[in-house]
């Protein structure tokens, strides 16, 4: 299961990075090859955090659940598939939770915002976030787990799911706009992921949702009003190349001299 999920990343990732350079979406800021290496050394830092912190905390509690049928789900007798959908749903759900407060609890949002920084938002943003980010999430995902009653399966299989959408969503791949109007209607798209991380706040504060598109349509935070061609990827305070050096995104979320407020918006 693994290797094969493993497999399937790796060339979704290079065929997004194919039509990402066929096909692209947005206006490519800086040059290619610079931004995804930038990207891959940062996603680095932060794999290390989830294979030394994540995983093992994950499959320690994941098994205490299934050891001891913890958790809401655990509380009804499901057949097996239907206990790991309705885990992949609200897992999903509850991740859409967590991603508003990254952006609104301050503190959260120091680490968010590196992820947001890259100034063009392609497949290998998907897997750029800073290593604090990871390590902290932690005890979010040991909430989602032992509250929702997730399973070994279920959390692999969220994870992958999880992993695919994110590769597709950060592409800058065109898609014909019918086919995104459609897709829409149930996943997360490019173009919608694109309104997410333009560097204006109120469009910033929609399409929250990593999966399901269902999540933004409740809360009604869902929007696709933004033409692409309009958009500025980024934070406001990176704007240009050398402010978003490798290592000027993994120490400014140290930095004491930085005010971090706590964004308001109505
Ligand atoms: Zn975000």
Redesign the pocket.
């Known amino acids: 299961m693994k290797w094969i999920s493993a497999t399937l990343s790796i060339g979704t990732f290079a065929a997004l990075y194919f039509f990402e350079r066929r096909k692209p979406l947005r206006r490519q800021i800086e040059q290619k090859e610079i931004s995804t290496a930038r990207n891959l050394a940062i996603a680095s830092a932060a794999g290390t955090a989830i294979i030394f912190l994540e995983n093992p905390v994950a499959a320690k509690l994941t098994k205490f659940v299934e050891e001891k049928r913890f958790g809401l789900l655990k509380v009804f007798r499901l057949p097996k598939v239907l206990e790991t959908v309705f885990a992949v749903v609200l897992l999903d759900y509850t991740l859409y939770l967590w991603?508003v407060l990254?952006?609104k609890v301050p503190f959260l949002w120091r680490f968010?915002r590196i992820?947001?920084a890259d100034l063009d938002l392609t497949a290998s943003t998907a897997i750029r976030f800073h290593f604090g980010e990871m390590a902290i999430s932690v005890l979010f995902r040991a909430g989602q787990i032992l509250l929702i009653g997730v399973s070994p399966n279920a959390l692999q299989t969220w994870q992958s799911l999880l992993f695919l959408s994110i590769l597709f969503h950060h592409s800058n791949v065109r898609l014909p706009k019918t086919l995104e109007d459609k897709l829409q209607k149930f996943i997360v798209t490019p173009r919608l992921h694109g309104i997410?991380?333009s560097v204006k706040n109120d469009e910033?504060d929609s399409n929250?949702s990593s999966g399901l598109t269902v999540w933004d349509y409740l809360h009604g935070t869902f929007r696709n009003d933004v033409p692409q061609n309009e958009i500025t990827i980024g934070v406001k305070e990176f704007e240009t190349e050398s402010e978003v050096t490798i290592s000027k995104m993994l120490l400014k979320p140290f930095d004491s001299n930085t005010n971090y407020q706590l964004r308001i918006t109505n």
Do not use: V, Y
């Open positions: 991603h990254t952006h968010h992820h947001h997410h991380h910033q929250w």
